[in-house]
């Protein structure tokens, strides 16, 4: 079928769903060589001829199927990210960064298990964390880590990477056996469900390409391969993901199961008990090979080691391999096998428990300190910032890093003029270590001299308790704090404007349409649409333009509908010092007004609990601020704020609150109530939901596949609810599901 089509044609006759067939499999199975075997066999020609082949007789026909490689590249733009909820969440890593932490780690594993611990080890890939959902073998989604609960969905654009599938096949044995994998781990039959979690980066010979014609073509280049990556990942033109070197690498199965598998293989969670998968093998590098054998790549560095020795040898080898790989790590990842321990071990809330990342050294260079600039934050502490002549170092380029405060320029004596260390401490956060003293000769040196005035405002600063910082007593006059205090006044959890992000913010102050957060309510939309902009991505030209009047419309209908919120988010928008959500909660349980809570003393704030004495002094100074009072006066009276009272301790008692005071921890799958729920409703009962089990726990609600939160609490002879009884509690208080 060297001219499928041109046969075709010269029959007179119609492409046929075979004849589209026989291309869809012949292209599949050639990028399959390429990408996966690692192993081309035919010319980049002939493939781009088949593929316009395809082309072709899709245009001619309604012959569209998923797995055909012309499926990688959607039709039109993608307007947003939309939001995914992950069935099982994304966790992150804890870090560990010397031998001692390794130790600690491996001695650990060792006493959960009462013997050496075997682990399976890979390099930590810099790049982006994304899940992707197979359903009877095809790609149905792809989506970010985001918080780990909660992530976009980038679907349209991981499709267009060519190392991940479309479509999941069986390799055959030879295949196997060319890559590595032996025939226990692999798989058997395609999965009718699998979400595979991996690493999505820009390999480092990739990098450096798109970067040269980048520069050719007068476009703006990428920093390092992990921008590069994240860059790309999140264009809203699919087609211009797939123009960037993108590549994947797995390195955990989060659900695989067939359909007459047990259901409890199926619902998610971090109770999910895994190890009985009738499928997938039950060691963490067996899953990686079945996965593998499914065409999905993994990374080849991966392997099993067994106890600390093991551990610390594939560090260093990895470590001395680091320069020569084609893409940017930075450490090793080291990871229990046995599912069944991971399983026994669990998580804590953030991280897994059986596995850690062991962080290489921080890479340093030397560069000239040009300048030493003074920043304004939120809340008025002033810090001072290092702007320095740029460097490369970890795979960043650096340019400028804070100095933290006073004290940390006097510890270094450093002055403008410096050589200077910069290091990336633990590959993340760019510091100073040092000044290189031999430099200094016949060097023009200046003293970095700290401001004694708000270099924003103008403003007087004052010594904080600890003698370190200082800070602008200028409050929400301050223009810093202004645009600062406007994009905390705008979050979800505070007055929930949506649309107003930082960029509008800055946009808003400098073009003088605004001075504070009362100002937003004086905007109109006439006056919105002129609002200049820049555009937001950060890989195109940045382009300047006006707002424009569908934007405007829909932001003065948000920012009209947030006069209209509960006075504790009112509360935590203020931005006091040491207010969180939960403590606007606490504050707004205890006064009915904002002016109740303005006329408060620390007295008073102190007498309430869980309000120390640090915030109640915050909470005292905030109010005693005349700019405070203004904007505040002008929020409730010009711009109309109708602030909700919110249900007062004070009318809370053991008839109307029967479980006042009384701790409760949720734990396990609730078949009826997702969690949230089940918090709010006993909330609402006057109970405190916790999420550790301890002496003073009043009941632990346990749902299925209740874990280590049932086990204590039986041991420490705590009540035991299950959700039936729950449920039946709230009946017997008249509460609403």
Not at 482 to 510: F, K, N, P
């Amino acid at each position: 079928m060297n001219d499928l089509l041109s046969l075709i044609e010269a029959q007179n006759e119609e492409p046929t769903y075979e004849n589209y067939r026989e291309l869809v499999e012949k292209l599949n199975r050639y990028a399959k060589a390429y990408y996966v075997l690692d192993n081309p066999i035919v010319p980049d020609a002939e493939y781009d001829r088949l593929y316009r082949q395809l082309e072709e007789i899709e245009a001619k026909t309604d012959f569209k199927d998923a797995d055909a490689p012309t499926r990688r590249v959607g039709d039109g733009l993608l307007n947003t990210f939309a939001p995914v909820a992950h069935k099982f969440p994304l966790m992150s890593l804890g870090d560990i960064f010397n031998d001692e932490e390794l130790s600690a780690f491996n001695k650990r594993m060792f006493e959960s298990s009462g013997s050496e611990v075997e682990y399976c080890v890979e390099p930590k890939l810099d790049g982006l964390a994304v899940s992707i959902i197979y359903e009877k073998g095809i790609l149905v989604r792809a989506a970010t880590r985001g918080d780990g609960t909660t992530g976009e969905d980038v679907t349209a654009n991981v499709k267009t990477i060519h190392s991940i599938p479309l479509k999941l096949s069986l390799l055959t044995k030879e295949q196997r056996e060319s890559l590595g994998i032996q025939d226990e781990f692999a798989a058997q039959k395609i999965p009718d469900y699998l979400d595979v979690r991996g690493e999505i980066f820009m390999p480092r010979d990739g990098f450096k390409k798109w970067n040269e014609e980048a520069s050719k073509r007068g476009q703006k280049t990428f920093v390092n391969p992990r921008n590069a990556a994240a860059g790309s990942l999140r264009q809203q033109d699919p087609k211009i993901t797939a123009s960037r070197p993108l590549t994947f690498n797995a390195y955990y199965i989060g659900q695989c199961y067939m359909d007459d598998e047990p259901e409890s293989l199926k619902e998610g969670g971090l109770d999910s008990r895994s190890s009985d998968s009738t499928i997938m093998p039950h060691t963490q590098y067996g899953r990686l090979q079945y996965v593998k054998s499914l065409g999905l790549p993994v990374n080849p560095l991966i392997r099993v080691v067994r106890g600390l020795e093991g551990l610390r040898e594939f560090y260093n080898d990895t470590g001395a391999q680091r320069p020569s790989l084609n893409y940017d790590i930075d450490g090793t990842v080291l990871k229990v096998n046995s599912i069944e321990m991971q399983e026994e071990m669990g998580f804590t809330a953030k991280a897994p428990r059986w596995a850690i990342a062991y962080k290489f050294p921080p890479e340093e260079e030397m560069t000239k300190l040009l300048a030493v600039n003074f920043q304004v934050g939120r809340t008025g502490v002033v810090t001072p910032v290092a702007r320095l002549d740029p460097v490369y170092v970890g795979g960043v380029t650096i340019s400028n890093c804070t100095l933290h405060n006073e004290s940390e320029i006097k510890r270094l004596g450093i002055k403008v003029g410096d050589m200077v260390i910069v290091r990336r401490a633990g590959d993340v956060i760019p510091q100073i270590a040092g000044v290189v003293l031999e430099k200094r000769e016949g060097a023009t040196l200046t003293d970095v001299v700290f401001p004694s005035v708000c270099p924003e405002c103008g403003s007087a600063l004052e010594r904080e308790g600890d003698g370190v910082a200082y800070r602008c007593t200028g409050g929400l006059f301050c223009p810093s704090q202004q645009r600062q205090a406007i994009e905390h006044y705008v979050e979800r959890a505070a007055m929930d404007i949506d649309g107003l992000g930082e960029r509008l913010a800055e946009a808003l102050i400098d073009q003088q349409f605004i001075h504070n957060i009362a100002d937003l309510y004086t905007l109109t939309e006439d006056k919105l649409e002129k609002l200049l902009v820049e555009s937001a991505s950060k890989d195109e030209e940045s382009k300047t333009r006006f707002l424009g009047k569908t934007v405007a419309k829909k932001l003065i209908a948000n920012i009209d509908g947030s006069r209209k919120r509960p006075l504790n988010r009112f509360i935590y928008a203020l931005g006091i010092r040491e207010v969180g959500t939960t403590t606007a909660k606490i504050l707004a349980s205890n006064f009915r007004t904002i002016q109740d809570l303005m006329a408060a003393d620390e007295k008073k704030l102190q007498s309430i609990p869980n309000i120390g004495s640090v915030a109640a002094r915050y909470i005292v100074d905030f109010f005693k601020e005349e700019h405070n009072i203004t904007v505040i006066d002008r929020l409730i009276n010009e711009a109309k704020l109708e602030l909700s009272e919110c249900e007062q301790v004070s009318d809370m008692n053991a008839d109307n609150k029967p479980y006042l005071g009384k701790t409760f921890v949720l734990t396990g799958t609730l078949a009826t109530l997702k969690r949230d729920k089940a918090k709010e409703l006993l909330e609402s009962l006057g109970a405190k939901v916790s999420g550790s089990v301890s002496k003073k726990t009043f009941a632990v609600v346990a749902g299925e596949e209740a874990g280590s939160k049932l086990d204590k609490a039986n041991e420490l002879g705590i009540t035991v609810y299950s959700e039936e009884d729950l449920l039946n509690i709230l009946k017997e208080n008249n509460i609403t599901i």
